[in-house]
């Protein structure tokens, strides 16, 4: 096989900095081409921090954020993502000095959670709004975590850790 | 206690908060064992058939299958309340039942083996109706249940229970009623509590003698007490993983089990069975239906002077455990419903739905949430406002009531109407409430109401706990309990009791993983227990472990244990807190020190919720939302401020309070089929739908342990579906008297179709 064919059988993944190169086979290792973004993450890179719930596109469980945006990680499939770059729960936080993303340590702060299955979807979710507007208002965090289901109900703690995170300076009460 | 509480009632994160916010939590499927294999279930199509052939042969023959398994090929396990739930029979009881296990290399291989399994079928008529099940002239879903209906015997662990509230004389009691009313009312829609993690088990036999399961479950020290007859004696070790929601679904459920651990004992294998959405939604475990028909007579001045009547469970094709569910919604329901006379009987009957299961809530949501609308129609008779009916029979210091076990029991909490009147308080009630069957408001096509719920539960003193605490000479503790992390934030609580009584830093302070065989037995996070029951044994290891730390360090400062302290890891002499012996200098570096807890049953305390509710129905589209929710209660005393928050908030979820409004479980009776049985047609809230939601928690001690709290998580969800059937009632002026209320239930309401 050419380098050029080879190329083309080469999935070229960046997640969370680091680079993958997953050829496409159905061997151990490799990128079936039904595989999901989910099923690789967690089956073929072991990061297993992104969660499956309905594995339909439903519940918002495996959002990851790819290329500056919020996707549905199980309604993608991997050989769709060639060159992509992809950040997973694992990612956020600083991995030079292991600190909390602020999100992250909010979500610690006013327990923002349960039991915590959805929480790894919310946290990239609300990740990517504050890309985009670092200081967003009560209806556009609740705008954009709209398509999570939380099932214990931490909807009201999320949103207070959100906020409280992204508030601007005086704004805290 | 006179000393100021360091931990108790402060804001300290989850223990566990870290892992979950970075994605290192480990749940069910972040789990594999090395070999391990993938099970998969071939499913039922039909409500109600005989297998009359099956042949696995094709699927065997698959490259990558290890195991494929019949009712032939297995032997007779059963489980549920009573025993009769069998893991592969030669017949099917509703569609999405087992019919056979297949074991596989990979999940997609599983799967493909399935569709290779032959099966033919001979359908028998389904019956999904409690009252049609009892009558129906075909075959029985089990045979030794003659009429669908199980027989009134109970588990040998509880050998009496409560299943017919008889209590004075209800003829008298009829007599001397100003009004009697007569109705049924059902809470009948099956919904699905739906955590978002599905369920599943890995299981593995480490010798033939012993199966080890990691499991979701929340009650794992249950789960073995129950699954050691299942799997005909043999051992089981259970193992908690991170749980991904359970709200009581996963406590206690074998069905999964008994498909891993075959598999796995045929294969020689540990095995992964774990659910599929579509599975979850199809073929797990619902809440349980229930219709009640009574007769209540209540006096002008609101005292309820009787009820009799049949409360109907419909369990769908297997109970999980309905007699004890029956036990404690009739022990729940006297809670606040204080009346001399009762002739409440509970019969448990099984129909071709989805079998039912443990569900937060456990009986007495289903109840009262049938027999409150009935309740409340003589309230209207009688003309009094619900928040003094509920302030007059809610349980009050000596007053007594049966509890499940059948034993007569007087209550020595507090009063909860101080929590009633700073609820209404909090939600306007005075200002809102216009009478029965009157709005708050007429906004143009708008009509608001209000209405309000009730629910109490004894369960907070309920069944066993042990645990131990080891301390060790470097200042640190470590508490034995068999606790599961399932959301409730149950570890973190009961560490911050330990860091209480012996004084010391909450990080020096750990737990044992959950695994039945590291801890003493803790009957598990069941109902409200967590706090005052399990709180109980922890509290008192910890109180050992204190006092023989003490007395060793007694002989070597040649003082009485009473003249001691321990602070941050050190010891020293009442009044000379300079001079600090650390723990070691006191034990050697070779010694630990052991102290033990042990909780007896107690249903002498309850907790309390009162859900106020707001609806606005908009009568041109028959839309009903919720606008306001006020939750009042009465805790004794706050263990975690923000997690308690979260578990009241936890009202509209897990099959609560919604299913007033949008959620149920849609069956096509021609089919048997569930037609909404996925998370789009499936309604849940959604961060945009979230009304103004106020908790109001008050802290009159409660004597429970030292702490003086008891525990109110589970009954979040209980009072809620009442309160929006009467609070739609009193927009709209016409009663509707089902579950949910639908634009289209609203729109016949007001003559609009």
Known sequence: ?173 | MSKELRFIGKETPRKDARDIVTGKAQYLDDVKLPGMLYGKVKRSPHAHANITRIDGSKAKALTGVRAVLTHNDIPRWEWGLPKHMPVLDNKVRFVGDAVALVAADTPDIAEEALELIDVEYEPLPAVYDVEAAMTIDAPPLYSQYANNTYPNEAPVYEPHLLQHLRLGDVEKGFEEADFIIEDTCGYEIFPNPLPPEPPGVIATWETPGCLTIYTPSQSIAFFRFIGIPFIDMADMRAISTQCGGSYGTKNANLTPVGYAALLAKNTGKPVKVYYTKDEHFHSYSMRLGSRVKAKVGMKKDGTVSAISGLWMVNTGSGSESGPFQIAVGLGEVQLNLRCANWDLAGKLVCTNRSPSGIVRGYGGQELESSILPIIGRAMEKADINPIDFFKKNSVKPGDGYFWREGNWWTYRGVNFNTAIDKGAEAFGWKEKWQGWGKPTAVNGTKRVGVGVGVHSNADVGEDSSEATIKLTPDGRAVLYCCVSEAGLGQRSSLCKMVAEVLDMPLERVDMSPPDTHLNPFEFGLMGSRGTYAVGSAVIAAAEDARQKLLEIAALKLDVTAEQLETKNGKVYIIGRPDKKVPWHRILGLYRTITGKGRFEPDYSLCNFLMSFVEVEVDTETGQVSLTHVVNATDVGQIIAPKVLEGQLHGAFGSAGLDTALFEESVLDEASGRILNGNMVDYKWRTFTDLPEFTNVILETPIPSHRFKAVGVGEIATSPGPSAVLMAVYNAIGTRITSYPVTADKILNALGKR
Do not use: W
């Open chain 1, 1 to 173: 096989m050419s380098t050029q064919e080879q190329e083309k059988q080469t999935i070229h993944l960046t997640v969370n900095g680091k680079e993958y190169a997953l050829c496409i086979g159905d061997t151990v290792g490799a990128v079936a081409p039904s595989d999901t973004l989910t099923h690789t993450l967690r089956e073929t890179l072991g990061l297993t921090g992104t969660k499956i719930g309905c594995d339909q596109g439903s519940c918002g469980s495996c959002t990851v954020i790819m290329n500056g945006k919020p996707i549905l990680s199980c309604m993608t499939l991997t050989v769709e993502c060639d060159g992509a770059q992809v950040t997973t729960i694992e990612g956020l936080e600083d991995a030079a000095t292991g600190e909390l993303h602020p999100l992250q340590q909010s979500f610690v702060d006013n327990s923002a959670f349960q039991c915590g299955f959805c929480t790894p979807g919310i946290l990239m979710s609300a990740k990517s709004l504050i890309d985009e507007d670092p200081h967003p208002s009560v209806d556009s965090i609740k705008d954009a975590l709209s398509g999570h289901f939380c099932r214990c109900i931490s909807h009201y703690e999320v949103i207070e850790a959100v906020r409280e995170a992204t508030a601007k300076e005086g704004e805290h009460e």
